[in-house]
């Protein structure tokens, strides 16, 4: 059952209680042990910011964590309006390292809306300032089908086909036009 509530996003908080977050599916253990063991310490060392969802009686509904990463797109995707930008081995992308929903909120489109709020901060904030054309993420086979509704595209390489997380990416330059 789908439990409809009203939420808004903002950076995570050192104050923020995140110990009652659930990920239901044992596999996404991983994904609630960051939150609530290393999200704030990455966060206060400027390696990761993580963007909560929450509550109006604050409680966190989803979080989204991203970091300043690369992707290699050599063989899997060619760079149409700059060939130059092709000569480099990698180039640059922030990369959705974590996204999770409490299992007892999915349905309400919370993590639909983390993303977009990514893709906002990215666009809005990061690529003008220091340049940025895609955002990654290592997909869980289980979000693959969420990302791809999201608009991300495999990484089409062998090795990437071969991975238990494939790249996935979202090439930004649409939404600069």
């Not at 909120?105 to 809306?113: L, S």
């Not at 990654?136 to 595209?153: E, L």
């Amino acid at each position: 059952m789908t439990v409809s509530i009203s939420y808004h996003i903002r950076k995570l908080e050192n104050t923020d209680s995140v110990n009652s977050f659930k990920t239901g599916d044992p596999a996404f253990t991983p994904l609630k042990t960051f939150l609530q063991k290393q999200a704030k310490d990455f966060q206060n060392a400027h390696v990761a910011q993580s963007y909560v969802a929450v509550s109006k009686e604050n409680n966190v509904l989803g979080f989204i964590t991203l970091t300043c990463s690369e992707v290699d797109l050599r063989n899997g995707y060619e760079i149409d309006d700059c060939k130059r930008a092709n000569d480099y081995d990698s180039l640059p992308a922030v990369k959705i390292a974590r996204l999770a929903v409490d299992s007892r909120y999915r349905g309400n489109q919370i993590g639909e809306t983390l993303v977009s709020y990514a893709l906002g901060i990215v666009i809005e904030q990061i690529a003008p300032v220091i340049g940025c054309r895609f955002i990654i993420t290592d997909a869980k086979q289980s979000a693959v089908n969420f990302y791809c509704r999201q608009g991300f595209t495999f990484l089409d390489t062998d090795d990437n086909r071969e991975r238990e997380e494939p790249i996935m990416f979202f090439d930004l330059l649409p939404c600069f036009k």
